[in-house]
């Protein structure tokens, strides 16, 4: 080859060799590129499957956005923009929730919210302990299932339907435990996913918030006014009436009449003075309840007290034919603090109670114990005993447990009302044992004196 031509096509082979070698460098640049490019193009769409699932806190982040040019890069870094913000939006979310739930959980008022399958998809302790469940054993169930009472189903079924303004007052447990509850029951927006928008719209959907307030204390507070003012009314009109009565026969010519003037006037005072001890006894009642009693707690010998009281209850007991002991204290018990004449008061009315109902030829008998600091003065007899089902009443204004016998004795029924509030004012209890036929022990507690 001549050397002119050699020396032409070197230049040319040596710039093909560059052209070569520079292409071959673009294109392993450029698949580089596209290989970074596709990478984060994958670990994009891992984040977006992963947001899509829910997974906000592990999408992770893009690096080298600039390397996807300004369009991805300006999308990644406003899909992790939008990626903090909802993590942030759910966060707060998440927190309302919690605390809104542990506010309704810890409310004393039974709270659930029923969807609109009449499912109950929350509620609290209150809610599930009226139904005796647990809050984990309701939720997921019907409200059918777990309720059983038609009336608030019945409720539910209408708010659920959108009604609003829904509420009653039902009772529950029977007998044995009885309850009343002021139940409010509310309607709510439900959204449910299975069904389509179209449909959504034609027919709107409803959950319900179901809200029970116990109101048992309250019905039984009525229910003892109504009883009171009965039975005050009842106990006046019966000594007014008798006085009425002898007084217009002594007015109509009985004062003249010799053999039977004297026995008139004496019924009138006998019912005067009733009706004066019941007129004592409700306004000491009402002092009590009211908190203004006026008490001086001193140590009293207990020895002393029963002595003052004993000579009275022995007379009493043995006009009736009854025998009436007073057992040896224990040395222990010497003095407790208190208000003598009021423990004395307590103390007579728990005998004269044992002397009434306790028939000719029973026995009575007072005796003393100690149970840590409070002497315990228990007054025990053969009568005629009081039945199971009345012996949490017996504390209760007015309540008798035989009621011609105690009006006949001049009983106010309030006796054993004032005894309860005394003792508790004392920081002691009083309660009673009692079988139908056997007797009844009744027993007060009283702090010792140190």
């Known amino acids: 080859m001549p050397a002119s031509l050699l020396w032409n096509v070197v230049p040319s082979y040596v710039a093909l060799q560059a052209a070569v070698a520079l292409l071959l460098a673009a294109v392993i640049i450029s698949f580089l590129i596209l290989w970074r490019v596709a990478n984060q193009m994958t670990r994009l769409r891992g984040v977006l499957r992963r947001m899509a699932a829910g997974e906000l806190d592990r999408g992770g982040a893009i690096e080298n956005r600039a390397s996807l040019g300004p369009g991805l890069s300006a999308l990644v870094q406003a899909i992790q923009e939008n990626t903090e913000g909802l993590q942030a939006t759910i966060r707060s979310l998440t927190e309302e929730r919690n605390r809104s739930a542990a506010i309704m959980r810890s409310m ?9 399958g009449e499912r109950i998809v929350f509620c609290n302790d209150a809610f599930a302990a009226t139904w005796n469940m647990a809050a984990g054993g309701v939720e997921g169930k019907s409200a059918v299932e777990v309720i059983r009472l038609p009336d608030i189903v019945e409720l539910i079924r209408r708010a659920l339907k959108g009604e609003e303004g829904l509420h009653g007052e039902i009772s529950t447990g029977g007998t044995v435990r009885p309850q009343s509850f002021f139940v409010s029951v509310a309607p709510v927006p439900a959204f ?8 959504r719209a034609a027919e709107a959907r409803y959950g319900a918030v179901v809200v029970m307030h116990e109101i048992t204390e309250l019905r039984r507070l009525e229910q003892v006014r109504k009883d009171f003012v009965a039975n005050v009314s009842h106990e006046l009109r019966t000594p007014l009436t008798a006085i009425h009565g002898f007084a217009e026969t002594l007015l109509a010519g009985a004062l003249n009449d010799q053999n039977n003037n004297r026995r008139f006037i004496e019924i009138i005072r006998d019912h005067s ?50 025998s009436l002991s007073i057992e040896p204290f224990p040395a222990k018990i010497k003095r407790v603090r208190g208000d003598a004449s009021l423990l004395r008061e307590v103390l007579r009315n728990l005998l004269d109670n044992a002397i009434q109902y306790t028939a000719a030829g029973g026995q009575i008998s007072v005796s003393a114990d100690a149970n840590g600091e409070f002497a315990i003065l228990t007054i025990t007899d053969t009568g005629i005993g009081i039945p199971k089902a009345e012996q949490s009443r017996i504390f209760e204004r007015f309540y008798r447990v035989d009621d011609a016998r105690s009006r006949e004795a001049g009983g106010t029924g309030l006796g054993l009302a004032i005894a309860k509030h005394v003792v508790e004012s004392h920081g002691g209890k009083i309660w009673v044992e009692s079988a139908v036929g056997e007797g009844s022990k009744f027993h007060f507690s009283v702090p010792l004196a140190r």
């Open 192 to 199: 449910d996913r299975e069904t389509k928008p179209a449909a």
């Open 108 to 116: 004393a008022e039974g709270i659930a919210v029923v969807d609109a």
């Open 273 to 322: 003075a009733r009706l004066s001890r019941l007129t004592d006894d409700l306004l000491k009642l009402s002092r009590i309840e009211a908190g203004k009693l006026e008490f001086d707690p001193q140590p009293v010998d207990l020895r002393e007290m029963l002595a003052l009281e004993e000579e009275g209850a022995r007379a009493a007991a043995t006009k009736k034919g009854l």
